[in-house]
């Protein structure tokens, strides 16, 4: 039979095919495309792309952002409010609402959200570190910018209810943000407006 | 400002984006899946199968399939008919065919179709080295099977004017065939039917 790619060329479907929502199809029109259109160089920049990523980059120690040193550049920034952290589920949502460019306080990033469908709990997600800041008395408001889907109201809920216990304030982001939603779609406008519209739980 | 991701996560961000389809959004969700979920051998793996694509992969001399030799496994198959010349537009399409397991006879890959909109003329396909097999009196049948787009319709309606000349058959892979489908992403039946349909240009 020879209906079967040359192993080196499957391989890099197999590896196309591990991305998120990236069916067979997908796969092997994006491997044939590198093997076909993509120059040797641009192919060798792609490869050393990934090679790069755990040697230059980290987790930052304070929240979770992605950074090229320990902490990263919005932890080590001393002009922001350090007394105010804006939780999310992703890195992708911390760089969201980030390039709105209006909010100045720190962010913690809980890698995640409650899902009983998936099997993520409370023990899958960063949340101990945060806990940590506020029983050391470091913030004054927690808000909580998780999904305004059903994990993510799971999650809001839930720290919601451990944070009660401590003299911090909590907020939830709210207007704006449409039920079933991700952040990171959305456009700035209504992001302000989300921004502005939280309430305290 | 914080709302730039670290240059090396930018860089393959911007790989990601190269492929087809593939725009920003999505280019950012893959390459932090990449960082963040996949585990650092898989990383090797990919980015070792990008590296060895042109290293253990060529495009066969005679037909224009991708393979490990000079020659591909179907050209270099003696059992089957290499009279007889399916022509397809790439090499995705050659492959969803051979899946099939009906067609015995040889490829042809003309790496396109000519279209207007994007500039691509005769002289960007792989035509010639056909031509030249048909003037060698090597082929007793050409069946096009060009998608069926108005590229690949052109392309198909050139390649008969250009072919009637000679003492070959050219046939045009006919019924089942959506207009304005794609071949690599029709079922096995329709494509056995639309096969076993084609009539003579």
Known sequence: MNN??????????DCFEGLPGVGKKTAERYA???FMHMKEEEIVDFSNALLSLHKDIHICSSCGNISEHELCSICSDTTRNHRQILV????KDLFTLERVGEYKGIYHVLNGSISFTKGIGIDDLNIEPLVNKVKNNEVSEIIL?????????TTAKYLNELLKQ???KVTRIAH???????ISYLDEM???KAFEGRREY
Do not use: M, W
């Not at 910018?145 to 109201?153: F, K, L, M």
């Not at 704006?176 to 991700?182: A, E, I, Q």
């Open 4 to 13: 079967k790619y040359p192993d080196t060329l499957q391989k890099l479907i």
């Open 32 to 34: 044939l495309y590198v």
């Open 88 to 91: 999310v589920e992703s890195i």
């Open 145 to 153: 910018a998780t999904n305004a889907t059903i994990e993510g109201e």
């Open 166 to 168: 401590y003299d911090v």
């Open 176 to 182: 704006g943000l449409p039920v079933g939603g991700d």
């Open 190 to 192: 209504t992001l302000i």
